[in-house]
C-alpha cells in the first residue's frame, strides 16, 4: 500500500520512520486568509510531515469545521505536504457525496490525503440534530465505510442496507491513488471497525500502554478476517506548548474547558503539556508503543508560536539521539 505522494505507508515495525504533523483546524478560524497561507506555508517549510484538519458539524454551542473543506485549503494553500483528516464524521453525511468529494479533491492534489473517520459522539445533539439516531451511530458508520470502499473502485455499486440503498451508483474518475481510511476511536468497535475496513488506526486520548495493546488487538482481529494487518497507526495528542510549562498547562486547560465543557482534570492524564523537549519525552512512550504519525494538536500563545512548537516536537522527537529525549533506543 502507499501512502500520500506515493511513497511506502510505514509498516509500524518499532524501526519505521516517525512522522510528526501538526493540527492545523484553529489556524484555519483564526489567521484570515492571508495568514493562513502564510502559517500553513511555514508549516511545511519547517519540516513538518503533514497537517491534519478536523471535523465537526455543530459542536455544543455550534462549533464546527468542515473536515473536507478544510482539507481542500490545506492541500491547496501548500505544495507536497499531506493532510489527515481526523477525523471525518461519515456517518451524518451520506457516502456516495463523500466520495464524490474524495474524487474531487484527489484530482486537485492526488495522493495527498488521509481520510481518518470516527463516529463521534461526544455532543449527541450534534449526531441527533443531523438526522442520525446516536445509538445507530456505530452501525450507520460501519455500513458507509462498506459503501464507501465500494465506490472508491470506480464501478457501479449496488447496496441494500440498514440504512443506505444505492443502485448502479458510480463515482467516476476514482481517485488514484485510492484515498487511505484510518479509523479513529477507542474500545472494541475501533478495534473491530478497522481490522474490517481501515488501512491503519488513529488514536487519542489513550495511554501507551493502552495503545500498544489496541494495536496488537487490531492486528489479531484483521487477521481473523484474513486480511493484512493495517500498515498505518497514529495518535493525534492535545498539547500544552510554552517557553514556561505552567503556562503550557494554563494554556491547554483553558482551551479545551472551552472546547469540550468538560473541566480539565478529565483530561490531564491523556494530554501532554511542557516545552517542546519536554513534550517530545512524554510522546516517546507513544513512539515505543507502535506509533508512527504523531499529530500533535497544539495550543500555544498564537497561531504562529504554535507552528513554531510543533516544528520543536517534530526536531526533538525526530533527530534526538537514541535513549535521550526522542526516541528511545
Given at each position: 500500500?502507499?501512502?500520500?505522494?506515493?511513497?511506502?505507508?510505514?509498516?509500524?515495525?518499532?524501526?519505521?520512520?516517525?512522522?510528526?504533523?501538526?493540527?492545523?483546524?484553529?489556524?484555519?478560524?483564526?489567521?484570515?486568509?492571508?495568514?493562513?497561507?502564510?502559517?500553513?506555508?511555514?508549516?511545511?517549510?519547517?519540516?513538518?510531515?503533514?497537517?491534519?484538519?478536523?471535523?465537526?458539524?455543530?459542536?455544543?454551542?455550534?462549533?464546527?469545521?468542515?473536515?473536507?473543506?478544510?482539507?481542500?485549503?490545506?492541500?491547496?494553500?501548500?505544495?507536497?505536504?499531506p493532510v489527515l483528516v481526523g477525523v471525518y464524521l461519515l456517518g451524518l453525511r451520506?457516502?456516495?457525496?463523500?466520495?464524490?468529494?474524495?474524487?474531487?479533491?484527489s484530482q486537485l492534489a492526488p495522493g495527498r490525503l488521509i481520510l481518518g473517520v470516527?463516529?463521534?459522539?461526544?455532543?449527541?445533539?450534534?449526531?441527533?440534530?443531523?438526522?442520525?439516531?446516536?445509538?445507530?451511530?456505530?452501525?450507520?458508520?460501519?455500513?458507509?465505510?462498506?459503501?464507501?470502499?465500494?465506490?472508491?473502485?470506480?464501478?457501479?455499486?449496488?447496496?441494500?442496507?440498514?440504512?443506505?440503498?444505492?443502485?448502479?451508483?458510480?463515482?467516476?474518475?476514482?481517485?488514484?491513488?485510492?484515498?487511505?481510511?484510518?479509523?479513529?476511536?477507542?474500545?472494541?468497535?475501533?478495534?473491530?471497525?478497522?481490522?474490517?475496513?481501515?488501512?491503519?488506526?488513529?488514536?487519542?486520548?489513550?495511554?501507551?500502554?493502552?495503545?500498544?495493546?489496541?494495536?496488537?488487538?487490531?492486528?489479531?482481529?484483521?487477521?481473523?478476517?484474513?486480511?493484512?494487518?493495517?500498515?498505518?497507526?497514529?495518535?493525534?495528542?492535545?498539547?500544552?506548548?510554552?517557553?514556561?510549562?505552567?503556562?503550557?498547562?494554563?494554556?491547554?486547560?483553558?482551551?479545551?474547558?472551552?472546547?469540550?465543557?468538560?473541566?480539565?482534570?478529565?483530561?490531564?492524564?491523556?494530554?501532554?503539556?511542557?516545552?517542546?523537549?519536554?513534550?517530545?519525552?512524554?510522546?516517546?512512550?507513544?513512539?515505543?508503543?507502535?506509533?508512527?504519525?504523531?499529530?500533535?494538536?497544539?495550543?500555544?500563545?498564537?497561531?504562529?508560536?504554535?507552528?513554531?512548537?510543533?516544528?520543536?516536537?517534530?526536531?526533538?522527537?525526530?533527530?534526538?539521539?537514541?535513549?535521550?529525549?526522542?526516541?528511545?533506543?
Amino acid at each position: 500500500m502507499t501512502g500520500p505522494g506515493g511513497a511506502a505507508v510505514p509498516s509500524g515495525a518499532t524501526g519505521a520512520p516517525v512522522r510528526v504533523g501538526v493540527s492545523v483546524h484553529a489556524i484555519l478560524q483564526s489567521a484570515g486568509r492571508a495568514g493562513t497561507r502564510a502559517l500553513l506555508a511555514r508549516a511545511e517549510r519547517a519540516g513538518l510531515d503533514y497537517l491534519c484538519v478536523a471535523d465537526h458539524v455543530s459542536f455544543h454551542d455550534g462549533t464546527g469545521f468542515d473536515g473536507l473543506i478544510s482539507a481542500t485549503a490545506a492541500l491547496t494553500s501548500t505544495e507536497h505536504v499531506p493532510v489527515l483528516v481526523g477525523v471525518y464524521l461519515l456517518g451524518l453525511r451520506h457516502p456516495l457525496l463523500t466520495a464524490r468529494q474524495l474524487a474531487s479533491i484527489s484530482q486537485l492534489a492526488p495522493g495527498r490525503l488521509i481520510l481518518g473517520v470516527g463516529a463521534g459522539g461526544e455532543d449527541r445533539a450534534e449526531i441527533s440534530n443531523s438526522g442520525v439516531d446516536p445509538a445507530t451511530r456505530g452501525r450507520r458508520l460501519d455500513e458507509c465505510l462498506e459503501v464507501l470502499r465500494a465506490l472508491a473502485g470506480g464501478t457501479p455499486v449496488d447496496h441494500s442496507g440498514e440504512f443506505l440503498s444505492l443502485r448502479g451508483a458510480t463515482i467516476r474518475p476514482a481517485p488514484h491513488p485510492e484515498v487511505p481510511i484510518v479509523v479513529g476511536g477507542r474500545g472494541e468497535a475501533a478495534v473491530r471497525r478497522t481490522a474490517r475496513y481501515g488501512d491503519g488506526w488513529l488514536g487519542m486520548f489513550c495511554s501507551p500502554r493502552r495503545y500498544a495493546q489496541t494495536r496488537e488487538q487490531i492486528a489479531a482481529a484483521a487477521a481473523a478476517l484474513g486480511r493484512e494487518p493495517p500498515a498505518w497507526y497514529g495518535l493525534n495528542i492535545w498539547c500544552g506548548l510554552d517557553d514556561a510549562p505552567d503556562r503550557a498547562r494554563h494554556l491547554l486547560a483553558r482551551e479545551m474547558e472551552s472546547l469540550y465543557r468538560l473541566p480539565y482534570d478529565k483530561f490531564r492524564h491523556v494530554t501532554l503539556a511542557g516545552t517542546a523537549q519536554q513534550v517530545a519525552s512524554q510522546i516517546a512512550p507513544f513512539v515505543s508503543a507502535g506509533a508512527r504519525h504523531i499529530t500533535v494538536v497544539p495550543v500555544s500563545a498564537s497561531p504562529q508560536a504554535a507552528v513554531e512548537q510543533a516544528a520543536a516536537v517534530r526536531a526533538a522527537l525526530v533527530n534526538a539521539p537514541p535513549g535521550r529525549a526522542g526516541v528511545p533506543g
